[in-house]
């Protein structure tokens, strides 16, 4: 059995494919399989969904590895269900791993690199040629994720108020108002309070598309995402230099929507790593995180293999 499977479970849909021999014999989408954003029966159903979709268009009934990265890998109880479903689909070995490791291996297989993760949440994580990681951001949607979906529908929000205050003109609140249905400010403020809440993150596009259109609320939100997002990369950097004495630069790459289609968030964000760091290589294009699961998958059936022997 030499097909192995990969899973790249996001925040807001879950992607999965199936390579034998560098041939991928299927790839399907699913949603979340995140607890924490749809529920435990709702995750655990897009799970089998996204299983049963790919073993079908695979034409097969189990896999030599999987790989699994998800965002929440290391609460309580995630990996054990994910496996029991894995196990439910005839997986012969797997491991269930954060989602920014499968991102990290996407880019740099195995080796030295920093990656920048800016979607529904933000990371950064690097990793030494030692094998020696450091991070920076990452510290949830209330206490960080500077530079997040997240983050800018939030703060777009919270600056808009401010201007509202101040009598200063931004189309932001009437944007947010329109996109939740709420006609009355009172109404806008009483749902972005609420609990569990409405989708901050789903905010980033419209206001990207404000400050694209020259609103200086949404515009300055863009502007401080991006310094946020090249500031975890340049510490990153530095805690890589001191504490694993490198004097080589890393590589630098990317995932996610708010780079990946920001504009004026990417462009910022890569030219103040240029300014601060002109050796440093930046990756131009996204990382593929299912890449990543494939190819751990395909390390994992190795040494599976060379166990066997």
Not at 52 to 66: D, H, P, S
Not at 90 to 101: I, N
Not at 133 to 143: H, N, P, V, Y
Not at 237 to 266: C, F, M, Q
Request: proline share 4%.
């Amino acid at each position: 059995m030499n097909a192995v499977l990969g899973i790249d479970g996001g925040g807001t849909r879950t992607r999965a494919s199936i390579v034998a021999d560098e041939k991928v014999l299927a790839f399907a989408e699913s949603g979340s399989i995140k607890r924490l954003r749809v529920g435990a029966q709702a995750a655990e159903e897009n799970l089998r969904a996204l299983l049963g979709e790919v073993y079908r268009q695979a034409a097969i009934t189990g896999v030599g590895a999987a790989t699994v990265g998800v965002a929440s890998a290391t609460m309580p109880g995630v990996t054990e269900w994910i496996t029991a479903v894995l196990d439910d689909f005839g997986v012969a070995r797997s491991e269930v791993v954060g989602d920014e490791v499968i991102a990290l291996d996407a880019a740099f297989k195995g080796g030295p690199g920093i990656l920048q993760i800016a979607g529904t949440g933000s990371n950064t994580i690097g990793r030494a040629p030692d094998g020696g990681r450091e991070t920076a951001g990452g510290w949830s949607s209330r206490l960080g994720d500077e530079g997040s979906g997240y983050w800018i529908g939030l703060h777009a929000l919270r600056r808009a108020l401010k201007a509202y205050d101040r009598g200063e003109l931004t189309r932001v609140l009437e944007t947010v108002g329109r996109i939740w249905g709420t006609p009355t400010l009172d109404e806008l403020v009483n749902l972005g309070d609420s609990t569990p809440g409405p989708d901050f993150a789903a905010l980033a596009p419209a206001i990207s598309e404000l400050a694209e259109e020259g609103d200086h609320v949404a515009a300055g939100v863009l502007q401080q995402a991006a310094a946020d997002l090249a500031e975890n990369v340049l510490l990153v950097r530095d805690k890589l230099r001191r504490r694993h004495n490198l004097t080589n630069e890393v590589p630098v790459a990317w995932i996610g929507s708010v780079v990946g289609k920001a504009r004026l968030v990417r462009e910022p964000f890569f030219a103040s790593l240029h300014a601060a760091a002109p050796a440093m290589p930046v990756r131009e294009t996204e990382v593929a995180g299912i890449d990543g699961a494939v190819w751990r998958a395909q390390r994992l059936a190795e040494a599976s293999q060379k166990t066997a022997q």
